[in-house]
């Protein structure tokens, strides 16, 4: 050391990039989640920033109706969530709680088994782009919004990724935490992809969802 003094270094932003960490899941673009799996750190949990990515989860409504939870990653502050609300499935990406972003079926879950899937089509060309957000059901496109920015470094320092229910804060103020999820949920699929994906692409993928779930 010279000087007998230790050198400074001021690269914050960079100390917060999870990836700079070692992880027991990189390389891995699929991953499948069940219910009571909650409080995921950031570094063990898929990173959904800068890329594309899917969030489909299977679910079984009862009768009268269900809502809550599917999925979350971060709160109040920054983060994504799937979730029903008043029987409707609702995408929310909260972008440092500057904007939020909400992607909404009109229509609530009829009774019986259903697949609910997310596709976020990143547009690329750097950090923090922006990407399409759309909402599917039993692989139909029920709602698609474009999300003109997104988070680029990290989604929170203390929220978590949980499935089927929120220990957190809330992604959006729609509801209360937990609001755990009040029909059945089989499970909740992730799937990452590190580029563009073209629209054919995107329309097998959700097809795929729901051959995956039928074919339980």
């Known amino acids: 050391m010279k000087h007998d003094v230790l050198p400074l270094d001021n690269s914050k932003v960079e100390r917060l990039d999870v990836s700079n960490r070692p992880s027991n899941i990189r390389g891995l673009d699929r991953f499948v989640y069940y219910p009571g799996m909650v409080r995921i750190p950031e ?11 899917g969030i489909s989860a299977v679910v079984d409504i009862p009768e009268g109706g269900a809502e809550g939870v599917l ?5 109040r502050f920054a983060g994504v969530g799937l979730y029903v609300f008043e029987g409707r499935p609702v995408f929310v990406y909260n972008l440092c709680d500057v904007a939020r972003y909400r992607v909404e079926g009109k229509d609530a879950l009829p009774k019986g088994k259903h697949v609910v899937t997310l596709d976020f089509n990143y547009d690329g060309g750097g950090l923090g782009k922006g990407g399409t957000a759309t909402l599917s059901v039993d692989g139909n496109v029920v ?3 474009k ?6 470094f990290r ?6 990724l949980d499935i089927g229910e ?7 103020e729609d509801y209360h935490v937990p609001f755990a999820f009040t029909g059945g949920l089989e499970s909740v699929t992730i799937q990452l992809a590190e580029r563009t994906l073209t629209e054919d692409e995107l329309q097998k993928y959700r097809e795929g969802r729901v ?5 339980r």
């Open 43 to 53: 570094g063990g949990a898929p990173d959904l920033k800068n890329k594309s990515f």
């Open 71 to 75: 999925m979350t990653q971060g709160g």
């Open 143 to 145: 709602a698609s919004e």
């Open 147 to 152: 999300v003109p920015q997104t988070i680029a």
């Open 155 to 160: 989604m929170s320092l203390d929220e978590t």
């Open 166 to 172: 929120d220990t957190g804060t809330p992604i959006s």
């Open 211 to 215: 051959r995956a779930a039928l074919s």
